[in-house]
T-cell receptor
Framework: GAGVSQSPSNKVTEKGKDVELRCDPI?????LYWYRQSLGQGLEFLIY????????KSGLPSDRFSAERTGGSVSTLTIQRTQQEDSAVYLC?????????????FGEGSRLTVL | AQSVSQHNHHVILSEAASLELGCNYS??????LFWYVQYPGQHLQLLLK??????LVKGIKGFEAEFIKSKFSFNLRKPSVQWSDTAEYFC??????????FGQGTELSVKP
């Protein structure tokens, strides 16, 4: 597609439920990032995929969070047993180059509300 | 661990005023530095970047930033702001290992 596509754009769920957020990066982009944007917290790094290398998971806040990237393209961020503090906008970005030297192109984000 | 600090949470300026947004990072090695902007209702986009060479870099819409290695700073400047510059500005840094770390963001409000 023309840009990074994320779905759903909005998700309301009940505490304790699992959610999956999807990211479809720009075709040909080898690097893919997930960030969390909360009010007053800026962009919090979650996970980074670069090509076929093992992902950098150092930003995942707990073991309830996981992400995978299938076939080097689409990525899914899964949050298990959601908590109210998980409410945020989850942003995906992709880059044509690995190593952080390329511009990141961001999606519109998935707004998650946990009741 | 890498971290990025933006000094101002919210800046309010009148049109034609000069702008400087502070950004400091903590990492001792070679870094790549970025400023991203998020206009109201839009997604984040790149404003400018520094990899090497001239420490004064120019970006889109008249913005520039200066890398001062000794101060671990990468402040964003614009001589004369416009109402359309109202947005949230994020400084970001990586250590060439790929992971891009963002600051907390600075919200800029420009009064017409």
């Amino acid at each position: 597609g023309a840009g990074v596509s994320q779905s759903p754009s909005n998700k309301v769920t009940e505490k304790g439920k699992d959610v999956e957020l999807r990211c479809d990066p720009i075709s040909g982009h080898t690097a893919l990032y997930w960030y969390r944007q909360s009010l007053g917290q800026g962009l919090e790094f979650l996970i980074y995929f670069q090509g076929n290398s093992a992902p950098d998971k150092s930003g995942l806040p707990s073991d309830r969070f996981s992400a995978e990237r299938t076939g080097g393209s689409v990525s899914t961020l899964t949050i298990q047993r959601t908590q109210q503090e998980d409410s945020a906008v989850y942003l995906c970005a992709s880059s044509i180059r690995q190593g952080g030297t390329g511009e990141l192109f961001f999606g519109e984000g998935s707004r998650l509300t946990v009741l | 661990a890498q971290s990025v600090s933006q000094h101002n949470h919210h800046v309010i300026l009148s049109e034609a005023a000069s702008l400087e947004l502070g950004c400091n990072y903590s990492y001792g090695g070679t870094v790549n530095l970025f400023w991203y902007v998020q206009y109201p209702g839009q997604h984040l986009q790149l404003l400018l970047k520094y990899f090497s060479g001239d420490p004064l870099v120019k970006g889109i819409k008249g913005f520039e930033a200066e890398f001062i290695k000794s101060k671990f700073s990468f402040n964003l400047r614009k001589p004369s702001v416009q109402w359309s510059d109202t947005a949230e500005y994020f400084c970001a840094v990586n250590n060439q290992g790929g992971k891009l770390i963002f600051g907390q963001g600075t919200e800029l409000s420009v009064k017409p």
